[in-house]
């Protein structure tokens, strides 16, 4: 080393800084003493295909949390993660590194042999393998999951020939050091000893000589820990140390996992190492950075080299002074942003109280256990609401990171952030909505993207449902972008080198291999929102034979809405239909004609289903009905006409389930196909004594289920119906048609189950306070209540804006009319 001090204070050898991944503890003192060794060369943990990508680390446009990502040529699914954050040792070694004009390399396992020992459980980005934690010889509280630094998706266990574990245990360092140390919180030791130092000017070297005694002794009793593949990496971080010393003599820093230090310090002979890499399975494999988020980072998000507060963490590591001071401060304006009452003397409070929990509990400074108490208590009036905003906002983060341009990607990869920069559409780790109007053509290009990527299976918005309008003309989408996403994308592009060539092939590809009439309906629907007109033909051809021969009712009808709502976008788009709207038409008629006897001696299950199928296409023929396509307009009016002598077959036919008929009678009073006196007899016929109570439950959940409270409230005379039909249930009948009905009006707003309650407890038919004539219809009177209406005329004109000092008005009248 160039500091001959320093470097005898840490003793002969390469200088070796085991530290823990994602820890600003570990990166201040790494810092630290790199500025007093300036090595020569600084080698680092992590997979060496990538030692090309590290220059880009460098670029003004690169802002942590990165990863590296390395995925197989050929299964781009396979792949792996290295993430990196601003506090993280191994960013900040890469960063002085390049600062400095110094050679930096990485030293792990290569990520060809990563990737081909990948197991098939092993879940895309996930750096550590589902190994089973088994428990030390001697009992001791259940340690937390090892912060292993940064490793990717571990490779499945190389044959036992060539490794044989000292122990076969599952060994948490920082667990075992903390207990023995006193503590029961692996966390809270590791600030305590660690995170509350200072950077180290005075003794750089210390805590790593410190925390190699402490590694080594536990590495002679557990061997390998548990981790097998340990082994294996040790050994071909050896062989890359042997090269960099040849190269650069003593002159070498390594910054791994502390856990390796010992395994890098001992003695092993070449030929041993090589043994171990001999015969390792290995795949074709490319690698580039990607943006990271902090919440991926945290251990709650499946990381397995996680850490539980990555926000605080980033705090700790960019706080010049005072941490305490400014994290609270940081904490009051969060708080305020959300209309909470936070003020300065708020801040003051809980500071002190932060530093005097730590000084009843021992601690040199407050750490994030002290400070999140203090918050509650101060801050959020001991509520553990608003602090979960604190953790969920601040603790651990939405932070995002970049990467530059320049950075190696697939053209899939490239196009899709060419169309993100020309339609403003920038990612970001925190979910938000995004509210499009269709008819401009930034938002309707915004519109198509986000379908075509759903397609292609990269999951970055989610449909919503709209706050406002609920028009075709408008879309809402919930946005998040992931760090999986980036896999997501890469697995995409043997599809096309553009979003738009990728999306139409994937189309062609699952048309030729749905399974289901709906599953091409479905994909019809999604290739019109996505825009690509050329693959509708091929869907369309499939979508023609398959409904040709499909004879099953129930899939006919689930894949009816799907179509016609394709034709309401493609009118909004502006896509040619014609052949949708045949292929629509000609599954109603099919419908039509099978549906009545589909629907007979059906099973509760079934019923209920079929329900469900009889709803939806209900909707479809009246949207159908009122969609213009070219020559079909005449056809569409017959359509809605044949459908409702279709529902008149259901309601008189006996053979049909309950449900299925009362729905049926319900949906034809609700398009004025039915008088309401004929409406009541067909209930009254099957509220009868002769009808079992279940069917005759069975018809009013069907009848009055799905939003037919207001049906009730407005007709009494159906609410009599019901009423005296539930008051001559038979009491050993009671129970079973009990589920039923509570179904049904259990599905009612509260202020439409607490009318129907009064209307019963009064009697129905009994008008409050009010006589009515015989022939009036029940609930209503003849005339309108003019003195009833005058009395929210106010609250109307104030809702609509008019003045109260303006003469009376044909507004005036209409404003009655909607108060009656």
């Not at 060369?41 to 990538?50: F, T």
């Not at 396979?78 to 990485?106: C, N, T, Y």
């Not at 097998?228 to 996992?257: I, T, Y």
């Not at 709502?565 to 000609?586: I, M």
Request: net charge negative; proline share 8%.
């Amino acid at each position: 080393m160039n500091d001959p001090a320093g470097s005898e204070a840490y003793g002969p050898g390469p200088l070796l800084l085991g530290v823990r991944h994602h820890g600003p503890g570990s990166a201040r003192a790494v810092r630290a003493a790199l500025d007093a060794a300036r090595p020569a060369a600084v080698l680092i943990e992590g997979p060496p295909e990538a030692d090309a990508l590290i220059p880009l680390a460098a670029d003004p446009e690169m802002r942590p949390p990165v990863a590296l990502l390395a995925h197989a040529v050929d299964e781009p699914g396979r792949s792996a993660f290295w993430p990196l954050a601003e506090f993280s040792p191994e960013w900040v070694a890469i960063r002085w590194a390049l600062d400095h004009g110094v050679p930096a390399r990485f030293i792990d396992l290569p990520a060809v042999h990563t990737l081909a020992w990948q197991t098939d459980g092993e879940a895309a980005g996930h750096p550590e393998s589902p190994e089973p934690r088994l428990q030390p010889p001697e009992p001791q509280s259940e340690p937390q999951e090892s912060p292993k630094p940064q490793e990717p998706l571990e490779p499945s266990a190389p044959p036992e020939s060539r490794i044989v574990a000292e122990e076969q245990l599952r060994v948490d360092p920082l667990a075992v050091l903390a207990e023995a140390a006193g503590y029961d919180d692996p966390e809270r030791w590791w600030e305590d000893v660690v995170e509350h130092r200072g950077p180290g000017e005075r003794a750089p070297f210390a805590p790593f000589a410190a925390l190699e005694e402490a590694m080594g002794a536990l590495r002679e009793r557990y061997g390998a820990g548990g981790r097998p593949r340990d082994l294996v990496r040790e050994a071909h971080m050896r062989l890359r140390l042997r090269a960099a010393r040849k190269e650069f003599r003593d002159g070498v820093a390594v910054v791994c996992g502390a856990w390796h230090v010992p395994a890098l310090r001992a003695r092993a002979t070449v030929t041993a190492d090589r043994a171990l890499l001999k015969g390792l399975p290995k795949v074709k494999a490319d690698l580039t950075w990607v943006p990271w988020t902090h919440r991926r980072l945290a251990r709650s998000s499946g990381y397995g080299a996680g850490i539980d507060s990555p926000g605080w963490y980033g705090h700790l590591f960019r706080a010049p002074d005072r941490p305490v001071e400014r994290w609270l401060t940081k904490v009051a304006g969060l708080l305020r942003e959300e209309d909470r009452i936070v003020s300065s003397a708020h801040v003051i409070e809980a500071v002190r109280l932060a530093g005097t929990l730590a000084a009843m509990r021992g601690r040199p400074l407050p750490g994030l256990s002290e400070t999140t108490d203090a918050v509650r208590a101060v801050m959020c009036d001991g509520s553990d609401v608003p602090l979960a905003l604190v953790h969920d906002r601040l603790v651990v983060g939405d932070v995002l990171g970049e990467v530059p341009e320049t950075a190696p990607a697939v053209p899939l990869q490239r196009d899709l952030g060419r169309q993100q920069r020309s339609l403003r559409l920038k990612p970001e780790a925190l979910e938000r909505e995004l509210e499009l109007d269709l008819r401009g053509d930034t938002d309707a290009g915004r519109s198509r993207l986000l379908h075509r990527l759903r397609l292609l299976g990269v999951g970055w918005g989610e449909p919503a449902r709209s706050r406002g309008s609920t028009g075709t003309f408008r879309e809402t989408w919930r946005l998040r972008w992931e760090p999986e996403l980036s896999v997501r994308v890469a697995e995409a592009g043997v599809w096309g080198t553009t979003v738009l060539a990728a999306a139409t092939a994937k189309a062609e590809a699952d048309a030729t291999a749905a399974q289901t009439l709906a599953e091409v309906t479905a994909l019809a629907e999604q290739c019109l929102l996505a825009g690509l007109p050329d693959a509708l033909p091929r869907v369309m051809r499939v979508l023609a034979d398959r409904a040709a021969l499909d004879t099953d009712v129930g899939q006919l009808a689930q894949a009816l809405p799907a179509l016609v709502r394709s034709l309401r976008y493609g009118d909004v788009r502006g896509t040619d239909t014609g052949a949708l709207a045949e292929v629509a038409a000609g599954l109603a008629e099919r419908i039509f004609v099978g549906l009545p006897p589909a629907c007979a001696a059906l099973g509760a299950d079934a019923a209920d289903e079929m329900r469900g199928h009889v709803d939806a296409v209900h909707t479809a023929v009246g949207l159908l009905a009122e969609t213009p396509a070219d020559g079909l307009a005449g056809a569409h009016g017959d359509l809605r006409s044949r459908w409702r002598a279709v529902l008149r077959a259901l309601a008189l036919r006996d053979t049909v389930p309950g449900v299925v008929r009362g729905r049926a009678v319900r949906l034809l009073l609700d398009d004025g196909e039915l008088e309401p006196g004929e409406a009541a007899r067909l209930m009254g016929l099957v509220l009868s004594p002769g009808t079992p109570p279940a069917d005759a439950a069975a018809w009013i959940e069907g009848f009055v289920g799905g939003g037919g409270g207001m049906l009730l409230v407005h007709d009494e005379r159906l609410l009599g119906l019901v009423d005296t039909w539930l008051t001559e249930v038979p009491a050993e009948a009671f129970t079973d048609v009990l589920p039923l009905l509570r179904r049904t009006f259990s599905a009612y707003e509260p202020g439409v189950r607490r009318t129907l309650g009064e209307l019963v407890r009064r009697g129905p038919g009994q008008a409050s306070g009010r006589t009515r004539d015989e022939g009036a219809t029940p609930g209503f009177a003849e005339e309108a209540d003019a003195e009833r209406a005058e009395a929210v005329l106010p609250v109307l004109r104030l809702l609509l804006g008019l003045d109260d000092t303006e003469p009376e008005t044909a507004d005036d009248n209409c404003l009655a009319g909607v108060g009656t």
